[in-house]
């Protein structure tokens, strides 16, 4: 593994095989991989660490399998939590440690050859799963929440870990969410810090790591802090990644009961944090802090609504705030007022009754004056005026898991077909039947929009490729040796897939 190399990396990339002739016009994924790694442990070649960790790594295995097997049982969608990035001929990946990146392909930089698949660096958190899950004890009491009668499905609680799936590429480093990798609710839920025991930090505070892209060295931590001991509680939970606006940061977070959106001058608050620590760092670096919402409970109290990810948007000079809890909320990125609020449901309302959301969780989308929006908390798919959070246009759910938006579209991938939205009015105008049950996010190639499905009673992974013009099913994409296909990302000539259990890369046709 390389520990260090120069940003601004230039990889000049290497036939690495004679491609078969495109069957269509449209370039379309060959199925069978350039290389594939496991998402499952800490990458090392160090003998010694690797049987240390095994215990963890077994464990974790044998989760996901569970998880797997109880999900075919309900003909539920294995549809894993992290997405992976494309970024200047790497992929940088969440894993069950942190965060992990590679090279796609082979290719030389500054005089240096890279294998395919190269490890650059791995940097681990502070409270993914596989930290909850290293030590003996720590297992004990992770299973004995697993196994638990009364607890929802295990696939539930595995496959919308959203949270701790978050990263993003800022500059020359990487955002992480560093937040608890399992969450699996206590028998009783006013006995949460008890009944969470180690992992108490995990489950009571959310990090934000940055991680310096040219030597995956850990920058510093945002969150890591003991001052909240007030009525308010002591938690302090981050819900998603923060947005940056030149120098400041702007966060979302639950403190107690309270949803506060935050924006702090962040190299002050990095000076105010190393001379005299967190707790004063945010005092003197504040720029402003508003109150969005006040939840019912605690957010460590419920755990059902803490797995799932908040993302925050940018759009005509405001902050657009989700909540999961029936509003969303703009926020003047400069004076920090609240421009509107948008309630679609009471915030007394009950809500995930389970871990499983009403929709999948992918960050909203703004286009031009529209923002499409489907609430984890919500069985509608939402179209709101940016500029005054006016209702345009909702749709109901009905099978549908998540919605992407392609131009001018709203495609709404459901569990048996595909449907497609006016952007203008949520009108319907095409639907197209799917040959499996969804398996992961889609993405758009060319004219084509492609679909991870797992095949009837085999559940082997396959792509549904669909022509976004003629609006026909043009295709049926078999991986080779049964691959197994999760969430898609295309990268230069390449088609990534990270499952629950592996990242693999596959060439793009010509």
Known sequence: MRHSIRWMLVIVLISHSTLAPAQTKQPLP???PIW??????????????????????DYIKALYQLTEVKARELNRPIIPPAV???????????????VAVRTVTFGTAFGERFQRGE???ASEGDFDLHNMTRELGQRVLLDAWRTA???SPICDAVLNQTSCRQIAIQGDFVLHVDDAGFLPPPKKPEDVLVSYGVHNDAVGRTLIRDIDIPSGKLLRKFGNFEWLKDSRGSDFIVLGLPLVDGDARIFLTERGVQVHLLKIDFPKYCAAHFNSGPDRAIEASRKWEIELARAPKRLIDDPHRRTHALHLVEAQGLIIAPTNLGRIV???????????????AAIKAKRFPTFLPEWIVVPPVVVRDRYVYAPADFPELLCLNATDGKKIWTAKKGDGLYPAVVGEQVLVIGRTSIRSLKLLDGAEQWKVDLPGLPCGRGVVLGDNYLVPVSEPKTWKGLIAVVDLKTTKLVDVLRPEKNQPIGNLVVHQDFLISQTLTELAVFPIKK
Do not use: M, Q
Request: hydrophobic share 30%.
């Open 30 to 32: 060959d199925l069978s």
């Open 149 to 151: 009668p009364s607890y």
């Open 36 to 57: 594939k790694t496991t998402t499952i442990g800490l990458p090392t070649s160090d003998d010694l660490t690797a049987e240390v960790n095994r215990p963890a790594v």
């Open 84 to 98: 992976p990035i494309g970024n200047g001929g790497l992929v940088y990946y969440t894993n069950n440690h942190g």
């Open 330 to 344: 703009a926020v003047d990125s400069v004076s920090g007022k609240i421009r509107w609020t948008h309630e679609y």
């Open 119 to 121: 490890l650059f660096w």
